[in-house]
């Protein structure tokens, strides 16, 4: 069975300061789909980034970037100097490509972020 | 386009009520799915279907149903409502896996929903 835990339940920085958000899954698959999205305030769910466990590349968008290592089956999530509107829950998603999965994802349990200006 | 989108936004029923949550998607997504999001925690599945005609129960489906008559809409039924079913209900949709889509789920506004 999939798993995904998000550690940290709530993180609280101060504007500009880095932040990193860690995802640990668990998986028998060894093809998969790592995701995360982000949640502000008002409660939409928003796609922000999705890797193939086959690309272990890093990623940067902007001040986001993600760190995928499989050896340690983590997917973390880093923005650099942190704005205000960061301040959201984000979650990080397994889906694994068995045939009879059908797309469904597991979710961890969400860490929120506070940005204080 | 205007993706996915849910109605009520919110709604408050008593013990023992019925309602829909109403669920459309107009990007000709093959696949949806149902979750849950109790306060505090992450997304659980209720169901899903890969098309219509096909549902199937996730993690947890006790106390809902779902019909999928076309591949835009995907209701979600509460016949006996709890209070255990207090949540904010997210619909999502996909495109095939086949599609190359890489299983990216795109959401719903949203419908908070209180049992009292």
């Known amino acids: 069975a999939q798993k995904v835990t998000q550690a940290q339940t709530e993180i609280s920085v101060v504007e500009k300061e880095d932040v990193t958000l860690d995802c640990v899954y668990e998986?028998?698959?060894?093809?998969?789909?790592l995701f995360w999205y982000k949640q502000p305030p008002s409660g939409e769910l928003v796609f922000l980034i999705r890797r193939n466990s086959f690309d272990e590349q890093n990623e940067i968008s902007g001040r986001y970037s993600w760190n995928f290592q499989k050896s340690t089956s983590s997917f973390n999530f880093t923005i650099t100097a942190s704005q205000v509107v960061d301040s959201a829950v984000y979650f990080c998603?397994?889906?694994?490509?068995?045939?009879?999965?059908?797309?469904?994802?597991?979710f961890g349990d969400g860490t929120t972020l506070t940005v204080k200006p | 386009n205007a993706g996915v989108t849910q109605t009520p936004k919110f709604r408050i029923l008593k013990i023992g009520q019925s309602m829909t949550l109403q669920c459309t998607q107009d990007m000709n997504h093959n696949y949806m799915y149902w979750y849950r999001q109790d306060p505090g925690m992450g997304l659980k599945l209720i169901y899903y279907?890969?098309?219509?005609?096909?549902?199937d129960k996730g993690e947890v489906p006790n106390g809902y149903n779902v019909s999928r008559s076309t591949t835009e809409d995907f209701p979600l039924r509460l016949e006996l409502a709890a209070p255990s079913q207090t949540s904010v209900y997210f619909c999502a949709s996909s495109l095939p896996r086949t599609s190359g889509s890489g299983d990216t789920q795109y959401f719903g506004p949203g419908t908070r929903l209180t049992v009292l």
């Open positions: 998603a397994l889906s694994e490509q068995a045939s009879t999965n059908a797309g469904k994802s597991t």
């Open positions: 998986t028998r698959d060894t093809t998969y789909y």
């Open positions: 279907s890969v098309g219509a005609g096909i549902t």
